[in-house]
């Protein structure tokens, strides 16, 4: 059998006749190259199911080209358990000057959100609510809150899963709920003025590319100014602060769509924002401070392969939703799949971040 080596540096593949890591440049041959972490990243080459295969490619474009093993169970084992209000309310009170912990407090184990399920069972509880008063009493002032309310939802919960996944605890729940409600609105505003100088009429393949190009850049633009606003130098930041922009662009389009098409069009789409808007702006939010790190925001982030790889898969995930082609469930279905196997592995490097950081401190 084989054998693989991998740079004890930053964990990318080197040929055997190398001399130097093409990833990092490190000597692998030289003094700084123990021969206790050069052993211990020597493993034998196995064969790779599909699924490995692309959490491990994917995890290349962040710096380490490992797989990384997706735990859901451990994950979300959090949910079922009891939480009381106190334990909420400790969550919510984070990012100010006074809770805000420092690097070395900073946890690098695995993440377990659990507030997010909680703030889905109070939107399911008051849509309940405002559908029974809208159809059984006819009480038509209710109409837009039932579709406001349900258009909040499911992004607004996942943005509160990325507010648990950021271990950084430095971005408050008030600065959250405005990147989410002005960056929201924003990110619309930026994509209408965008399409001004596009002609996008009927649906087909060439368009539905335009139309991800359209969208993804004007959440862009809005990701981009809150980054470099906040001045957020983490990956978890920057994942946060993508979810925000994506789930206002989600809601606030939602709404729109509903008002134009009634309420059979909120539950199709809460479903689909499961993995779409939400995911979008947080991959392009932790690529854009994944190649950012400790620089200013620069048109040079912009043309950074690690941000252009995540930004291309955000686009051709976006387009290929739209696309008008057969088994649009099916398909939609494996989108979202790609885009959350997306978003662990970048919370993965989110997480290895904070241990780089802490052994350099």
Same mark, same amino acid.
């Given at each position: 059998?084989?054998?693989?080596?991998?740079?004890?540096?930053?964990?990318?593949?080197?040929?055997?006749?190398?001399?130097?890591?093409?990833?990092?440049?490190?000597?692998?041959?030289?003094?700084?190259?123990?021969?206790?972490?050069?052993?211990?990243?020597?493993?034998?080459?196995?064969?790779?199911?599909?699924?490995?295969?692309?959490?491990?490619?994917?995890?290349?474009?962040?710096?380490?080209?490992?797989?990384?093993?997706?735990?859901?169970?451990?994950?979300?084992?959090?949910?079922?358990?009891?939480?009381?209000?106190?334990?909420?309310?400790?969550?919510?009170?984070?990012?100010?000057?006074?809770?805000?912990?420092?690097?070395?407090?900073?946890?690098?184990?695995?993440?377990?959100?659990?507030?997010?399920?909680?703030?889905?069972?109070?939107?399911?509880?008051?849509?309940?609510?405002?559908?029974?008063?809208?159809?059984?009493?006819?009480?038509?002032?209710?109409?837009?809150?039932?579709?406001?309310?349900?258009?909040?939802?499911?992004?607004?919960?996942?943005?509160?899963?990325?507010?648990?996944?950021?271990?950084?605890?430095?971005?408050?729940?008030?600065?959250?709920?405005?990147?989410?409600?002005?960056?929201?609105?924003?990110?619309?505003?930026?994509?209408?003025?965008?399409?001004?100088?596009?002609?996008?009429?009927?649906?087909?393949?060439?368009?539905?590319?335009?139309?991800?190009?359209?969208?993804?850049?004007?959440?862009?633009?809005?990701?981009?100014?809150?980054?470099?606003?906040?001045?957020?130098?983490?990956?978890?930041?920057?994942?946060?602060?993508?979810?925000?922009?994506?789930? !206002?662009? *989600?809601?606030?389009?939602?709404? @729109?769509?509903?008002?134009?098409? =009634? &309420?059979?069009?909120?539950?199709? $789409?809460? +479903?689909?924002?499961?993995?779409?808007?939400?995911?979008?702006?947080?991959?392009? !939010?932790? *690529?854009?401070?994944?190649?950012? @790190?400790?620089?200013?925001?620069? =048109? &040079?982030?912009?043309?950074?392969? $690690?941000? +252009?790889?995540?930004?291309?898969?955000?686009?051709?995930?976006?387009?290929?939703?739209?696309?008008?082609?057969?088994?649009?469930?099916?398909?939609?279905?494996?989108?979202?799949?790609?885009?959350?196997?997306?978003?662990?592995?970048?919370?993965?490097?989110?997480?290895?971040?904070?241990?780089?950081?802490?052994?350099?401190?």
């Amino acid at each position: 059998m084989a054998e693989v080596i991998y740079c004890p540096h930053c964990g990318a593949q080197v040929a055997p006749t190398q001399r130097f890591c093409t990833h990092c440049g490190l000597d692998v041959r030289g003094p700084l190259a123990s021969p206790t972490a050069s052993a211990a990243k020597t493993v034998p080459v196995t064969h790779q199911n599909m699924f490995d295969s692309a959490t491990t490619q994917l995890n290349g474009w962040t710096g380490q080209r490992r797989k990384v093993p997706i735990k859901l169970g451990s994950m979300f084992s959090e949910v079922f358990k009891r939480h009381t209000e106190a334990d909420a309310e400790t969550l919510f009170i984070v990012g100010t000057g006074h809770t805000t912990p420092t690097l070395q407090q900073v946890s690098d184990s695995p993440v377990k959100p659990w507030l997010f399920s909680r703030v889905f069972v109070i939107f399911t509880m008051t849509i309940a609510i405002l559908a029974g008063s809208f159809f059984l009493f006819n009480g038509e002032k209710m109409y837009i809150s039932l579709i406001f309310m349900s258009a909040l939802a499911v992004p607004f919960s996942l943005l509160m899963l990325f507010f648990e996944t950021n271990t950084f605890r430095n971005i408050s729940i008030f600065k959250v709920t405005k990147i989410f409600m002005v960056g929201g609105v924003a990110a619309v505003l930026a994509t209408m003025v965008l399409y001004q100088f596009v002609n996008v009429q009927n649906l087909t393949v060439v368009t539905a590319i335009i139309v991800a190009m359209v969208e993804e850049t004007g959440k862009l633009i809005i990701i981009a100014y809150y980054v470099r606003r906040l001045n957020a130098r983490f990956i978890l930041n920057g994942l946060l602060i993508g979810a925000a922009v994506g789930a !206002g662009f *989600a809601a606030f389009e939602t709404a @729109g769509y509903a008002q134009d098409l =009634g &309420l059979s069009v909120l539950l199709i $789409r809460s +479903l689909g924002s499961l993995g779409t808007h939400t995911l979008w702006g947080a991959i392009n !939010g932790a *690529a854009l401070v994944l190649a950012k @790190g400790d620089r200013s925001l620069t =048109g &040079l982030v912009f043309r950074d392969g $690690r941000f +252009l790889r995540f930004f291309g898969l955000t686009v051709a995930l976006h387009a290929i939703w739209d696309m008008p082609v057969p088994f649009d469930l099916i398909l939609q279905l494996g989108l979202i799949v790609v885009a959350w196997i997306t978003v662990l592995v970048l919370i993965n490097a989110g997480l290895r971040e904070v241990r780089t950081l802490q052994a350099q401190t």
